[in-house]
């Protein structure tokens, strides 16, 4: 009897856990059908902390614009699958010169090479599927180079603008972000049916996370990529705080010594507590430290990087 009853609360777990992903996962995949872009203007921006390989910017016939003088690197942000790139660029090239020639690749495949005419153009890829695996999805540009008369520096092609967009759907959200939405939905789970010790209520409380989740990613996409992190604090704060509340409320109710708590002061053991607190706030200080001197922000860590290192650097 004992085995059996282990069998059905295994079980009963599991159906838990993918009622718990079904409620937060198909929101998040509804929202993802929400076309959502992002635009750079090369040309005007001071500075490119997710781009490599372009120079500083130059005022031109058709505006301002950068020369690539060596193989150029973007980082793009994780906006879904399938994730489309278009470049405004210019293939500038002195009469007797061939035109110029620009060739893309992405997640360890090649998206081809165009001939790039002597006027502004427009250059469309679709990244693969295995680029979306990294934090970042990365977009690798190469081009033939010249010598323009007077100037020391080879130069590529002239680029105006990027835009990134995801969809046309079915679209499917970014591996990492999604992970982490669908953790803030477990550990919305783990706090509310601790609070409410209900099952039927805190899958409520979890389809109300769900359907603002997917909301978010449908309208304030790509901020919510690019904060997702910070949807997994609230449940652990209120999970932590629980047992003090309950703790403060039983002693309200009982004042008596020799009446039983209805749970355990969170104070009666308070070294774990205190540890874990101070060693996150040592590491978050160290972080702070640390995130200026990454160079221009770049790297796997360029959304974490992002949000400390202006903080950081005052």
Same mark, same amino acid.
């Given at each position: 009897?004992?085995?059996?009853?282990?069998?059905?609360?295994?079980?009963?777990?599991?159906?838990?856990?993918?009622?718990?992903?079904?409620?937060?996962?198909?929101?998040?995949?509804?929202?993802?059908?929400?076309?959502?872009?992002?635009?750079?203007?090369?040309?005007?921006?001071? @500075?490119?902390?997710?781009? %490599?390989?372009?120079?500083?910017? @130059?005022?031109?016939?058709?505006?301002?614009?950068?020369?690539?003088?060596?193989?150029?690197?973007?980082?793009?942000?994780?906006?879904?699958?399938?994730?489309?790139?278009?470049?405004?660029?210019?293939?500038?090239?002195?009469?007797?010169?061939?035109?110029?020639?620009?060739?893309?690749?992405?997640?360890?495949?090649?998206?081809? %090479?165009?001939?790039?005419?002597?006027?502004?153009?427009?250059? @469309?890829?679709?990244?693969?599927?295995?680029?979306?695996?990294?934090?970042?999805? @990365?977009?690798?540009?190469? %081009?033939?180079?010249?010598?323009?008369?007077?100037?020391?520096?080879?130069?590529?092609?002239?680029?105006?603008?990027?835009?990134?967009?995801?969809?046309?759907? #079915?679209?499917?959200?970014?591996?990492?972000?999604?992970?982490?939405?669908?953790?803030?939905?477990?550990?919305?789970?783990?706090?509310?049916?601790?609070?409410?010790?209900?099952?039927?209520?805190?899958?409520?409380?979890?389809?109300?996370?769900?359907?603002?989740?997917?909301?978010?990613?449908?309208?304030?996409? #790509?901020?919510?990529?690019?904060?997702?992190?910070?949807?997994?604090?609230?449940?652990?704060?209120?999970?932590?705080?629980?047992?003090?509340?309950?703790?403060?409320?039983?002693?309200?109710? /009982?004042?008596?010594?020799?009446?039983?708590?209805?749970? #355990?002061?969170?104070?009666?053991?308070?070294?774990?507590?205190?540890?874990?607190?101070?060693?996150?706030?040592?590491? !978050?200080?160290?972080?702070?430290?640390?995130?200026?001197?990454?160079?221009?922000?770049?790297?796997?860590?360029?959304? !974490? %990087?992002?949000?400390?290192?202006? /903080?950081?650097?005052?």
């Amino acid at each position: 009897m004992l085995e059996r009853y282990e069998g059905k609360g295994r079980w009963a777990g599991l159906w838990r856990l993918l009622a718990v992903v079904a409620l937060v996962g198909l929101p998040l995949l509804a929202g993802q059908q929400v076309p959502a872009s992002i635009s750079q203007d090369l040309g005007r921006s001071k @500075e490119l902390p997710n781009i %490599t390989g372009l120079a500083r910017p @130059e005022q031109g016939e058709h505006g301002p614009f950068r020369w690539n003088t060596d193989q150029v690197k973007m980082r793009l942000q994780p906006l879904g699958y399938p994730l489309h790139v278009k470049l405004s660029v210019q293939g500038v090239r002195p009469p007797d010169q061939s035109q110029a020639e620009i060739g893309q690749s992405a997640g360890g495949k090649s998206l081809g %090479t165009q001939t790039l005419p002597r006027s502004p153009s427009e250059v @469309e890829a679709r990244l693969p599927a295995s680029a979306m695996f990294s934090i970042n999805p @990365e977009l690798d540009i190469t %081009t033939t180079f010249f010598q323009a008369p007077g100037d020391r520096r080879l130069l590529g092609a002239v680029f105006y603008r990027l835009e990134e967009r995801n969809g046309p759907g #079915p679209s499917l959200p970014a591996p990492w972000p999604a992970l982490t939405l669908l953790l803030s939905g477990l550990l919305v789970y783990l706090t509310a049916s601790r609070v409410m010790r209900r099952f039927k209520p805190a899958l409520a409380v979890v389809a109300i996370w769900g359907v603002g989740l997917g909301v978010l990613n449908a309208l304030a996409r #790509p901020g919510l990529v690019f904060y997702c992190l910070y949807f997994v604090v609230p449940p652990l704060v209120v999970g932590f705080l629980t047992p003090w509340v309950r703790g403060v409320l039983s002693r309200r109710a /009982y004042p008596s010594p020799l009446q039983p708590r209805i749970e #355990p002061d969170i104070t009666a053991c308070p070294w774990p507590v205190a540890i874990a607190v101070t060693v996150a706030a040592l590491a !978050l200080l160290a972080w702070h430290l640390v995130a200026p001197i990454i160079p221009d922000a770049r790297g796997f860590t360029d959304n !974490l %990087t992002w949000g400390v290192s202006f /903080y950081g650097a005052l």
